[in-house]
């Protein structure tokens, strides 16, 4: 017999596993950062698609001046401005509200959105019946009283809350 075997003594335990849950501290701080980057890369990528919209139009119509002042044309011109100010009236509000109307109420919801009168009642007036127009039309507006109109208007205008793919302007390249 040895020493000792007859005293009553238990087996070796172990400590219980380390549970996953609830994580330590660093990890927490962690998951904060990861949360936090990837909340801010988000907000971004948002605020840039607002953003985007805008841009393009104001380039469209930079395009549209740029292409007068080379050709001459009145008749494109008034025609693009009404095409363009009909496109960008789509994309910054809801398609239903914009599409279908014509003549004075669409110049009425162009003031409406830009609180002015200008469209009804001047200038702007052009822009219902210039896509209607034949080819051997004379324009006696003032185009660039009417370009400061539709420039005034675009910068009046609210970014659009939510913008997917479908709502993309491209920029419109003129043939020489």
């Known amino acids: 017999m040895m020493p000792g075997e ?42 840039r698609k607002r953003r985007r919209l805008k841009r393009s139009m104001k380039a469209e119509l930079v395009a549209l001046r740029q292409h007068y002042q080379q050709q001459h044309d009145r008749l494109q011109l008034v025609q693009s401005l009404s095409a363009l100010m009909r496109r960008a009236c789509i994309s910054f509000y809801p398609r239903q509200n914009a599409a279908g109307l014509t003549g004075d109420r669409w110049l ?11 469209f009804e009642h001047g200038t702007g007036r052009i822009l219902a019946t210039a896509p209607y127009l034949p080819t051997s039309s004379k324009i006696d507006t003032d185009l660039d009283e009417l370009l400061a109109l539709c420039e005034d208007w675009l910068k009046t205008q609210p970014y659009p809350a939510s913008l997917t793919r479908r709502h993309r302007v491209p920029i419109r390249h003129w043939p020489d």
């Open 6 to 47: 007859d005293l009553p003594l238990r087996d070796i335990h172990l400590p219980d596993p380390v549970n996953w849950w609830p994580p330590a501290p660093g990890w927490w701080l962690l998951l904060a950062a990861a949360a936090l980057i990837l909340g801010s890369i988000l907000l971004l990528v948002f605020l």
């Open 108 to 118: 009425q919801y162009l003031d409406s959105t830009a609180q002015r009168k200008e």
